[in-house]
């Protein structure tokens, strides 16, 4: 028997901790023998002297063990022997940003071409959106799915999400709430080991994750993000999962929208074929990554084989593979399919099974009815004019949770009608007094506390700088 304060201390002066001594912990968090006070403190400990890559394993892995770990093999026999074909369960995940609604596009895209889609996401996390808290601003959606009724929707329709229920990897629920009230959030063994434990109980064999990187994610630089990436894709490839990473930018907020039911709105337009090109450039160039993926069994053709098995460098939004045409072919094979079911509404059509399948009113897609709407739209001005150089993404998200679209404690209730309506890219040339932003808010003392955090996030120069924020997706780890 261990002594929680002993292991507190142990960390606290740099020790590194056996797989038997983090089992105690996580166990013991999770069964409510440790209490609060002293997981805090040694989540800190953890946020000060970090882990080594061994001990973020054995964290992740007692993580995932410390509920059930779902088992997908039914729904890959069914989907088989009505598809025909072999194909991969797929699951994607972020690591955190602020705009980020990818997964609710990507999603239904993928199960609009065959390809299963599990996904078990969570709710805010510090100054980033929850793609729970998004869905939940639809009157009527449940996230809260069984385990029998998650598996059984990803076989009628191929794409389910739901969040921490039950018993799959209660651990992480608990601590990723805990974490988002002490300051214990952007650190990469907490991240990595948070991220992983959820997707492997969550069963599916092929893993893409997004990792933001930048002023609005919780890894600022590329090197950080790089390692957070590394370490994800060498704890899934031990667990026999298929993973990549695409390190993508989040030096200022994806898509037009930032705010719950406003981001769920900007999903549909951008699912009719329209809204903002970064956010749907994004979600072709992840869709494509985990459709190859997904049918790289079908095909017998190995694309870790044909794309050199090497972290690939992108310039700009490029995906630059190996160079090879006939990887580029596949590529833009793949986003040419994924194109193609938003232009045909198939994958409209997959969203509105999808939130139908999980109790929500579909009516705000069509129009026949609408999400909750904030009070005032107050259109904050900029103080100068020059081309926007850089964004404080984070305080674009601390504004938007300050509105009431996030958290300040565990116990907040998330205000899903908030948010921002960002007018601007990195790049743009501004005149003095043009709107920067738009704030859809409930509370007006608020507001002005969200105006002045966008003010100073944005910076002016008179001439453009080096276009480097200004790139998608800087680099993909295999
Ligand atoms: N997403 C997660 O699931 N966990 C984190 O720690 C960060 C982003």
Not at 100 to 106: A, S
Not at 169 to 191: E, F, H, M, Q, W
Request: net charge negative.
């Amino acid at each position: 028997m261990y002594s929680m304060n002993d292991l507190i201390l142990k960390k606290r002066n740099g020790g590194v901790l056996t797989e038997e001594e983090i089992r105690y912990i996580v166990n013991g968090y999770t069964d409510g023998s440790i209490p609060d006070y002293q997981m805090s403190a040694f989540l800190m400990a953890v946020w000060f002297k970090g882990m080594n890559d061994d001990e973020t394993v054995k964290l992740t892995m007692a993580m995932a063990e410390s509920g059930d770990m779902l088992d997908l093999s039914k729904v890959k026999k069914s989907i088989g022997e009505s598809a025909g074909k072999n194909m991969r369960i797929i699951d994607k995940h972020s690591t955190g940003g602020v705009g980020d609604k990818t997964t609710l596009i990507i999603g239904p895209v993928l199960a609009a071409l065959g390809v299963p889609v599990v996904k078990m996401s969570g709710r805010g996390l510090g100054h980033t959106g929850g793609t729970i808290d998004k869905l939940e601003s639809i009157p009527g959606f449940s996230s809260a799915l069984s385990e029998e009724s998650f598996i059984d929707q990803v076989k009628r329709i191929g794409f389910a999400d739901m969040c921490q229920t039950g018993n799959l990897a209660p651990a992480d629920k608990k601590i990723y709430a805990l974490r988002d009230v002490t300051g214990t959030v952007d650190n990469i063994s907490l991240i990595a080991s948070s991220i992983m434990s959820k997707k492997l109980a969550a069963g599916a064999e092929v893993i893409v994750l997004d990792v933001k990187c930048g002023s609005g994610a919780f890894m600022k630089d590329i090197s950080s993000a790089k390692k957070l990436a590394e370490i994800m894709v060498s704890i899934g490839k031990k667990c026999g999962r298929s993973v990549t990473a695409v390190i993508s930018d989040m030096n200022e907020p994806l898509g037009r929208f930032v705010g719950n039911s406003l981001e769920v709105m900007e999903v549909v337009e951008i699912l009719k074929g329209c809204g903002d090109e970064r956010l749907r450039e994004l979600s072709v160039k992840l869709a494509a990554e985990m459709l190859l993926l997904a049918e790289e069994d079908v095909s017998g053709d190995k694309l870790s084989e044909i794309i050199n098995n090497k972290n690939v460098p992108h310039t700009g939004t490029e995906i630059a593979c190996s160079g090879e045409e006939k990887d580029s072919g596949r590529y833009n094979a793949a986003e040419k399919r994924i194109k193609e079911v938003i232009q045909n509404g198939k994958a409209l059509q997959k969203f509105r099974e999808f939130v139908a399948a999980q109790g929500g009113d579909t009516g705000f897609i069509d129009g026949s009815s609408s999400l909750e709407a904030a009070k005032y739209m107050i259109p904050v001005r900029a103080s100068e004019s020059g081309i926007l150089v850089s964004c404080d993404t984070e305080k674009i998200g601390l504004a938007s949770l300050h509105l009431g679209g996030g958290r300040e404690k565990i116990s907040d209730e998330i205000d899903p009608s908030v948010g921002i309506e960002i007018c601007h890219h990195l790049g743009d040339k501004i005149e003095k007094n043009d709107t920067l932003a738009i704030l859809y808010a409930n509370d007006e003392a608020k507001a002005e506390t969200a105006a002045k955090f966008i003010k100073e996030a944005y910076k002016t120069e008179a001439e453009p700088t080096d276009g480097e924020n200004h790139k998608l997706i800087y680099e993909i780890i295999r």
